[in-house]
């Protein structure tokens, strides 16, 4: 179901809490570690204008259950790939493609669903995303694990503790993604980072010369967070990749 640029229609998807806007081609927004589908409130409405935007809260955040058993990327790459066949057209043997915007943990996701359901991926935006923690600066890593120390002793009940550490630790333990599933992408690729961005330059660059013809921009003077903080510059410059994209494809 499509809805008007400025109109939200929620849903939910098993567990997940979803929000729908505008229509068109279909977009999924993946945010990242920690945080909800409000992260791309500055970039939708340039979106929306051109695409059905379908902005998902990940599992165990924002409005999203977190359920049983382990929370991981791989899980939450199998219920970004569950939310594409609900919603999107197609058949359930031949489901519609969606582009795919992730930030930071949520480019991990996108990568991951890329590599396990690449029928399901058109083209893939990878804003500030990481194989592994020696792709973050030194100083960062180190922050995170003493947040991790900080966090198993803080006065606070067990299952409190528990969901916080969890969350932390995904973005120290690797997403599970390789070099040769970097190779096997096909779709699309735009690789954003911001100059000043808690992703080492070097690991940025590697990830997306791993990609075949992945695009590189490096936002200057941006952070990590630059597809926010930079939404008015950087979000044009998605939608014309996700034009040009589209009209590649076009027989």
Same mark, same amino acid.
């Given at each position: 179901?499509?809805?008007?640029?400025?109109?939200?229609?929620?849903?939910?998807?098993?567990?997940?809490?979803?929000?729908?806007?505008?229509?068109?081609?279909?977009?999924?927004?993946?945010?990242?570690?920690?945080?909800?589908?409000?992260?791309?409130?500055?970039?939708?409405?340039?979106?929306?204008?051109?695409?059905?935007?379908?902005?998902?809260?990940?599992?165990?955040?924002?409005?999203?259950?977190?359920?049983?058993?382990?929370?991981?990327?791989?899980?939450?790459?199998?219920?970004?790939?569950?939310?594409?066949?609900?919603?999107?057209?197609?058949?359930?043997?031949?489901?519609?493609?969606?582009?795919?915007?992730?930030?930071?943990?949520?480019?991990?996701? @996108?990568? #991951?669903?890329? &590599? +396990?359901?690449?029928?399901?991926?058109?083209?893939?935006?990878? $804003? /500030?995303?990481?194989?592994?923690?020696?792709?973050?600066?030194?100083?960062?890593?180190?922050?995170?694990?003493?947040l991790c120390l900080a966090v198993a002793v803080?006065?606070?009940?067990?299952?409190?503790?528990?969901?916080?550490?969890?969350?932390?630790?995904?973005?120290?333990?690797?997403?599970?993604?390789?070099?040769?599933?970097?190779?096997?992408?096909?779709?699309?690729?735009?690789?954003?980072?911001?100059?000043?961005?808690?992703?080492?330059?070097?690991?940025?660059?590697?990830?997306?010369?791993?990609?075949?013809? @992945?695009? #590189?921009?490096? &936002? +200057?003077?941006?952070?990590?967070?630059?597809?926010?903080?930079? $939404? /008015?510059?950087?979000?044009?410059?998605i939608v014309r990749f996700l034009t040009e994209?589209?009209?590649?494809?076009?027989?």
């Amino acid at each position: 179901m499509s809805t008007s640029p400025a109109t939200i229609m929620e849903q939910r998807v098993d567990d997940l809490h979803v929000e729908v806007r505008g229509s068109g081609a279909p977009l999924l927004l993946v945010h990242g570690n920690s945080g909800d589908l409000h992260f791309f409130d500055r970039n939708v409405p340039l979106l929306a204008a051109r695409r059905r935007v379908v902005a998902v809260d990940c599992r165990g955040q924002g409005r999203s259950a977190r359920g049983a058993g382990p929370l991981t990327l791989s899980r939450m790459a199998d219920d970004a790939a569950r939310v594409i066949r609900v919603l999107g057209g197609g058949t359930a043997a031949h489901p519609e493609p969606f582009d795919m915007i992730g930030f930071s943990d949520g480019a991990n996701v @996108a990568m #991951l669903l890329a &590599v +396990r359901h690449p029928e399901l991926v058109r083209s893939l935006v990878l $804003a /500030s995303g990481n194989l592994d923690a020696s792709g973050l600066r030194f100083s960062v890593r180190w922050g995170l694990r003493m947040l991790c120390l900080a966090v198993a002793v803080t006065p606070a009940p067990a299952r409190i503790r528990a969901g916080r550490l969890e969350l932390l630790r995904l973005m120290l333990d690797p997403p599970g993604i390789t070099m040769r599933d970097l190779r096997s992408i096909s779709a699309p690729t735009l690789v954003l980072a911001g100059q000043r961005d808690l992703i080492r330059r070097r690991h940025t660059r590697m990830l997306a010369g791993s990609i075949p013809h @992945a695009r #590189l921009v490096i &936002v +200057r003077g941006g952070s990590h967070t630059v597809l926010r903080d930079r $939404a /008015s510059a950087v979000t044009p410059l998605i939608v014309r990749f996700l034009t040009e994209s589209s009209l590649e494809e076009a027989p």
